[in-house]
């Protein structure tokens, strides 16, 4: 059996991210369903319109959508396409508040984030342009009230095939990735890209005052498991299809391991603040880049502190790591 079913269509739309364009999916059949829809932004709606039009779809035909994860370059035209069409939303039940209440959800976020770069010691005017960054990203989705959850051990019928909802939280805690057996076809969204390597980025705790998720820690054993699936190719939600799958989760999990060593490194002369190690390894990059950044070592140092190599400790509202 090909690997590649006669229903399913790529569509590339641009967005206004660094990440550059979006890969999306429409998978005909009953309902025509659209697997990520690109941000609220004039070239994505035009793309997607012309895409579905290539294939003899308005955006009104579609019946349903499924968004692999909250980011703004996959779900940010779900409020507009559901008015639109009817169609129903689907995705993890993790993504559900930040979807529906996307302006409070993001508010906490940005509380979130500003509290975790004031303890990494970030000086208070990068902290003020991350989140001028951040607010600036809002317009790029609205709110939409999701009509049914996607979650492990579910199956949904694509083109009349089977597929299933897997959840590997790494990237983010909600994605979902959509597997075909039959087909060993994988649905990778940001999981696993070819040509970057996706960032588990810092989240806050789902209830006020609970325990941040390791969303590195999530990710490797995520990565893991996909390695683990007979994939024939991967079609990921930006860049080509991927076509060796546990060659390329090989060199991540290699990449990560490097990456802690460098954290480890930068830590050799004594303890330091996350800022200063993100300095030591990036010096230059412009705020979103750093916020990026920051995100990653924050995940690399949880995963050395899990193995015992690593501890921190607060002073004055900042916190300092050092080797053990
Ligand atoms: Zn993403």
């Known amino acids: 059996m090909s690997p590649l079913p006669s229903y399913l269509h790529p569509i590339t739309a641009p967005t206004p991210f660094p990440v550059g364009p979006v890969n999306l999916y429409l998978a005909e059949g009953d309902p025509l369903t659209l697997i990520d829809t690109g941000p609220r932004f004039g070239p994505a709606r035009e793309a997607l319109r012309e895409g579905l039009a290539a294939l003899g779809y308005r955006p009104a035909d579609l019946g349903r959508i499924l968004l692999t994860h909250i980011h703004g370059d996959h779900c940010g035209?779900?409020?507009?396409?559901?008015?639109s069409s009817g169609a129903e939303v689907l995705t993890h039940p993790a993504n559900f508040p930040q979807l529906a209440d996307y302006a409070d959800e993001r508010e906490r976020r940005i509380?979130?984030?500003?509290?975790?770069?004031?303890?990494?010691g970030m000086p208070p005017g990068?902290?003020?342009?991350?989140d001028r960054v951040q607010r600036g990203y809002g317009r790029f989705a609205e709110?939409?009230?999701?009509d049914g959850p996607l979650e492990e051990g579910m199956t949904v019928r694509l083109?009349?095939?089977e597929w299933q909802v897997l959840h590997t939280p790494g990237h983010t805690g909600g994605l979902i990735c959509l597997y075909q057996p039959q087909?060993?076809?994988?649905?990778?969204s940001d999981h696993l890209l070819r040509d970057i390597s996706s960032n588990p980025i810092v989240e806050p705790p789902a209830r006020e005052g609970g325990e941040r998720p390791h969303r590195l820690l999530d990710y490797l054993?995520?990565?893991e498991r996909i390695a683990r699936l007979p994939t024939e190719v991967a079609l990921p939600g930006h860049g080509p299809p991927i076509t060796d799958v546990p060659g390329l989760v090989a060199s991540r999990l290699a990449f990560h391991e490097q990456r802690a060593r460098q954290v480890l490194e930068a830590l050799r002369d004594g303890p330091c603040t996350i800022y200063q190690i993100t300095l030591a390894l990036f010096p230059e990059l412009d705020p979103i880049n750093r916020f990026l950044a920051i995100s990653e070592v924050i995940g690399h140092l949880d995963w050395l502190q899990v193995q015992g190599w690593v501890e921190s400790q607060i002073e004055e509202g900042v916190?300092?790591?050092?080797s053990v």
């Open 221 to 223: 054993a995520q990565l």
């Open 319 to 322: 916190r300092w790591w050092r």
């Open 183 to 188: 087909r060993r076809l994988l649905l990778s």
């Open 159 to 161: 083109g009349g095939e």
């Open 126 to 130: 990068g902290i003020a342009q991350i």
């Open 77 to 83: 035209l779900a409020a507009e396409l559901a008015g």
């Open 111 to 120: 509380a979130f984030y500003s509290a975790l770069m004031q303890e990494a």
């Open 143 to 146: 709110p939409v009230r999701p």
